[in-house]
């Protein structure tokens, strides 16, 4: 399926690894010229060239910063020449008992996957509706559905900023210019951050983070964790042309492993 976005410029954030890059290597594949930004620039230059040698026929531009700063932020977007799709992401606090955090760690979480994800969406948003598109996916957690006890930092800034997106995804002046705002939910995916999420549990347990891991993956339907390609593939669908007419919804990716039927 042509997704219709070929020459579409996406800023997508945190995307020097995991689940961010898996959703820019996916528009990169449509042929969208992407902006990644992480804070490592090792890791970021290394994923701008795979990009770049995966289709030559896109830009591929990498800013190394931290965009949960004003100054981040600015040097991501002054590197894209519009922004039509807009990929939230950031990396997850550190799991633990919530008897040992600290207002500073809960600031910290909010800063990252509430207020800077919301500070993007307002920066970007009013040009999208001008343009008569726009695209924005926040990429949250499975966890805003059904909460993980160890995460609760991450639990409580997702769900804040699942709340927000309710009320601004289906204001008309938004939704009637085919502006879509939608929110990716991961459940368990092969990534560096289930990985330490393991580690954690393990902790937590007594158990060894390979007896852990394992009992994760068979508590699943699928009887297996998801491969970051197949969560790039549906952020690219959900930035794509057919997309228009779904917005405020959030789309849970999990293998099946949540329990309700709504």
Known sequence: MDLGIEGKWALVCAASKGLGKSCAAALVAEGVNVVITA???QALEATAE??????PAVQVIAVVGDITTAAGRAAALSAC????????????PPPGDFRTWSRDQWIDALDANMLTPIELIKMLIDPMIERGFGRIVN???GAV????????????ARSGLTGFIAGLARQPAIASRNVTINNLLPGPFDTDRLKSTMKGAAAKS??????VTEARRKSNPSLRFGRPEEFGSMCAYLCSAHAGFYTGQ????DGGAFPGTF
Not at 50 to 55: A, G, T, V
């Open 39 to 41: 804070r490592g620039s």
């Open 50 to 55: 795979e990009l770049q040698r995966s289709n």
């Open 145 to 156: 559905k059904a909460p993980i006890d160890i995460l609760g930092l991450s639990n409580g």
């Open 250 to 253: 959030n789309v849970l990716m």
């Open 139 to 141: 990429i949250t957690l």
């Open 206 to 211: 007594g158990q060894t983070v390979e007896v």
């Open 81 to 92: 020449p519009q922004v039509d799709i807009l990929i939230n992401n950031a990396g997850g």
